[in-house]
């Protein structure tokens, strides 16, 4: 079996890697592939045996190069945003991207491609139960659309499209991940804002957790098991915001955010964002949007179809914050533990 992941630098990514090795230990015919930027840094997967080949999303030739002889493609590789604009950065990573892998695919036969989306292109719930895969985008209705819904939900009409041309392709849905070889951090910004006390107050917003390695696990089991052209959400514990901030605390034996952020008190930052974001064209550190997501509660998402068709399984919660904490500190992210 080869496998090739695009975007093994990033958390998912890197994580995916490594489970596609280990799942492959002892197979002589097993190798595991993936594509970088020629700027890109992976010296934090240095001591994995990854076969690393140099194809940029908006270069087809160089990612059809990549794909010869590959079975299984897992396209992991997106621009992540929180601006309110899908301008044309976003737009061509997260959609043409999307489409110069597949076209790519196609020309290098190879048989199956897993497209990581992400629960942003499932839409909001609008009932008392969380969404599930069926749920149609609507987060334009409810004030919630930024550059990464707009272009992740985009992203998969293009895999719709090519499924309907024929192309095998399934979607993988995570949620909120956390986990160890967090490199820029990502998600597990979060983490490191808790520990260095740099969140001084937390907000009831609702998200749902997960360990980066059981969606890693997951997305094999949607490679071997999805049916074609459909969406799996792999998920984990739901949460507000407050209960993660203080969770986090705990484990890392820090002091937990002390108050809760009233909405009101928040709006006018998310303001200032999106005024800086018109002025600049650049992205902001909080806008509008985001202050939004912090006091949602309709973001809740159910793993119950990938659990019943594929066997998804997590584990603790815990245990990725243990273990993302314990990276970071490795990594010189955070301070050794006193």
Same mark, same amino acid.
């Given at each position: 079996?080869?496998?090739?992941v695009?975007?093994?630098?990033?958390?998912?990514?890197?994580?995916?890697?490594?489970?596609?090795?280990?799942?492959?230990?002892?197979a002589?015919?097993?190798?595991? *592939?993936a594509?970088?930027?020629?700027?890109?840094?992976?010296?934090?997967?240095?001591?994995?045996?990854?076969?690393?080949?140099?194809?940029?999303?908006?270069?087809?030739?160089?990612?059809?190069?990549?794909?010869?002889?590959v079975? #299984?493609?897992?396209?992991?590789?997106? $621009?992540?945003?929180? $601006?309110?604009?899908?301008?044309?950065?976003?737009? &061509? %990573?997260?959609v043409?991207?999307?489409?110069?892998?597949?076209?790519?695919?196609?020309?290098?036969?190879?048989?199956?491609?897993?497209?990581?989306?992400?629960?942003?292109?499932?839409?909001?719930t609008?009932?008392?139960?969380?969404?599930?895969?069926?749920?149609?985008?609507?987060?334009? $209705?409810?004030?919630?659309?930024?550059?990464?819904?707009?272009?992740?939900?985009? &992203?998969?009409?293009? #895999?719709?499209?090519?499924?309907?041309?024929?192309?095998?392709?399934?979607?993988?849905?995570?949620?909120?991940?956390?986990?160890?070889?967090?490199?820029?951090?990502? *998600?597990?910004?979060?983490?490191?804002?808790?520990? @260095?006390?740099?969140?001084?107050?937390?907000?009831?917003?609702?998200?749902?957790?997960?360990?980066?390695?059981? #969606?890693?696990?997951?997305?094999?089991?949607?490679?071997s098991?999805?049916?074609?052209g459909?969406?799996? /959400?792999?998920?984990?514990?739901?949460?507000?915001y407050?209960?993660?901030?203080?969770r /986090?605390?705990?484990?890392?034996g820090?002091?937990?955010?002390?108050?809760?952020?009233?909405?009101?008190?928040?709006?006018?930052?998310?303001?200032?964002?999106?005024?800086?974001? %018109? /002025?600049?064209?650049?992205?902001?550190?909080?806008?509008?949007?985001?202050?939004?997501?912090?006091?949602?509660?309709?973001?809740?998402?159910?793993?119950? @179809?990938?659990?019943?068709?594929?066997?998804?399984?997590?584990?603790?919660?815990?245990? &990725?914050?243990?273990?993302?904490?314990?990276?970071?500190?490795?990594?010189?992210?955070?301070?050794? %533990?006193?």
């Amino acid at each position: 079996m080869h496998s090739l992941v695009t975007g093994a630098t990033g958390l998912l990514g890197g994580n995916l890697t490594i489970a596609l090795l280990a799942a492959g230990q002892g197979a002589p015919s097993h190798t595991v *592939s993936a594509t970088r930027r020629g700027s890109s840094d992976a010296r934090h997967l240095a001591a994995f045996p990854i076969r690393w080949v140099d194809a940029d999303l908006s270069d087809p030739d160089a990612l059809s190069r990549a794909f010869a002889g590959v079975e #299984v493609v897992y396209h992991c590789a997106a $621009q992540v945003s929180i $601006q309110r604009r899908a301008d044309a950065r976003l737009m &061509a %990573a997260n959609v043409d991207g999307t489409r110069n892998v597949l076209a790519a695919a196609r020309r290098a036969g190879v048989r199956r491609v897993v497209h990581c989306s992400t629960v942003a292109a499932i839409g909001l719930t609008t009932t008392s139960e969380p969404s599930r895969e069926e749920a149609a985008w609507n987060y334009d $209705q409810h004030g919630m659309e930024d550059g990464y819904s707009i272009t992740k939900h985009l &992203a998969e009409g293009v #895999v719709q499209e090519a499924v309907a041309a024929g192309q095998d392709v399934v979607i993988a849905n995570p949620t909120y991940m956390f986990g160890p070889y967090d490199v820029r951090p990502s *998600s597990g910004k979060m983490i490191v804002e808790v520990v @260095k006390g740099r969140m001084p107050g937390s907000t009831p917003g609702i998200n749902n957790f997960v360990d980066v390695r059981d #969606v890693a696990r997951g997305m094999i089991r949607v490679a071997s098991a999805g049916r074609t052209g459909e969406r799996y /959400i792999l998920s984990g514990e739901e949460l507000s915001y407050q209960q993660i901030a203080a969770r /986090i605390a705990a484990i890392a034996g820090t002091r937990p955010p002390g108050w809760s952020v009233p909405q009101w008190l928040s709006a006018p930052l998310g303001w200032a964002g999106d005024l800086q974001e %018109a /002025i600049t064209g650049r992205e902001a550190l909080i806008n509008s949007v985001a202050i939004r997501y912090a006091y949602c509660t309709k973001f809740r998402f159910s793993s119950e @179809k990938a659990r019943r068709e594929l066997g998804y399984t997590t584990g603790p919660l815990d245990t &990725a914050i243990r273990d993302a904490i314990a990276w970071f500190r490795s990594n010189g992210m955070l301070p050794p %533990a006193t």
